[in-house]
């Protein structure tokens, strides 16, 4: 097998090994290791080889006739403001397609100018995703597409009837064509709409480009932010390259303001007592409500203010962070992450200011070259 030559520093990350049992691949842990001397060989052809696609930068799947049927309807409904109570709100104003799909603020304006309590996140390579929203109270694209629509602070449509009649009030013709006998019913109407988001996949990134055997993708600086952030940096950890989303899925403590501490207790109780869909509603009403993290859906104590780990894909372009939108840029998340989750062993500190700017340039090479707006630079 012929490997790439680079010329930059040493790098060493820990990525996967995979075995083959039968038709199943299980992960082991192994080391891939760049030693630099006038030439150094780098075994990201390896990886090129054992995961051959990331499925947040690769190239669509063909879909089915069915499906590209369904996502064309849904973009018309994606970008539909009747779909809202006052007419002024679509999918698309929150998510806007141009905009790497996030809207820039730190919460969303919905109907009546109503605010929610969330950061808005991207709708890139949500394909192959498993849980959804910051508490992950949804497995599946189909079951969310309702929640929005019926949320008071976001299309504020009153209830699933309503959704269902101003579609089929605009749509009839299409939902019959596609789903002769059914026309539109919740089932159709999601399944439309989560096709359409489906079929967002980004275009390569520098960083896949660069595993693809592209030497010349990543510079200088983006290279050592790479061997910091698997390294030294910790980041790694929570946001693993494995996959190309850089995300573990899991739910981590977030940080909250101490104002909402002091009613967390009390939220916490009163949730106790809702039905699942009462939660979700007090979610988007209630600052306090919205803190509680995981909690929300699974009711433990254990899950009291932890959050899914979001995907660091086209982070560069996705500002404000956080799951309330507090972090206004790029650098700022890096240096509160590094502050709040430092690996052990390391101080406050430890970290040099071009060693800092060399994690925060790593994750600009996230970035499709489609996806740079100019938002969150």
Known sequence: MDLPFFRFGVLEWTLGRWDRD??????????????????????????????????????????????????SLGAALFIDTSLSADGKVACATCHPPD????????????????????????????????EFFWDGRRASLETLMFDPLTTAEEHGMEGEEAVI????????????????????????????????VRQQVPPPSPFEQFLSGDAQALRPEQRRGFALFTGRAGCARCHPPEGGAFTDGSYHAGEISAALVAKQAGAARELALLDPGARRAAVSARAEVAALGRYVVT????????????????????????????????????????????????????????????????????TSPAASTGIGR
């Not at 052990?344 to 500190?349: P, Y």
């Open 165 to 196: 009649s101003s579609v089929q009030a605009r749509y009839s013709a299409e939902f019959e064509r596609l789903f002769p006998g059914r026309g539109a019913t919740r089932e159709t109407v999601s399944r439309v709409l989560a096709a359409y």
């Open 99 to 130: 905009a790497a799909f996030t809207d820039g603020k730190p919460v969303s304006r919905g109907v009546f100018d109503r605010t929610g309590t969330r950061n808005v996140p991207s709708l890139w390579g949500l394909a192959s995703a498993r």
């Open 299 to 366: 009711l433990r104590a254990s899950d009291l203010g932890r959050f899914r780990t979001p995907s660091l894909r086209n982070v560069a372009v996705t500002a404000p962070y956080m799951r309330d939108g507090s972090v206004p840029t790029l650098i700022q998340a890096v240096e509160r992450e590094l502050y709040y989750r430092l690996p052990e062993g390391l101080q406050v500190g430890d970290m040099t200011p071009s060693e800092r700017s060399d994690i925060v340039a790593f994750l600009h090479s996230l």
């Open 22 to 71: 039968g038709a199943n691949v299980k992960r082991k842990s192994w080391q891939a290791l760049c030693l630099s001397s006038r030439r150094l060989v780098c075994l990201v052809s390896v990886w090129g080889l054992l995961v051959p696609s990331l499925d947040s930068g690769a190239e669509p799947q063909p879909s089915p006739p069915d499906e590209k049927a369904w996502a």
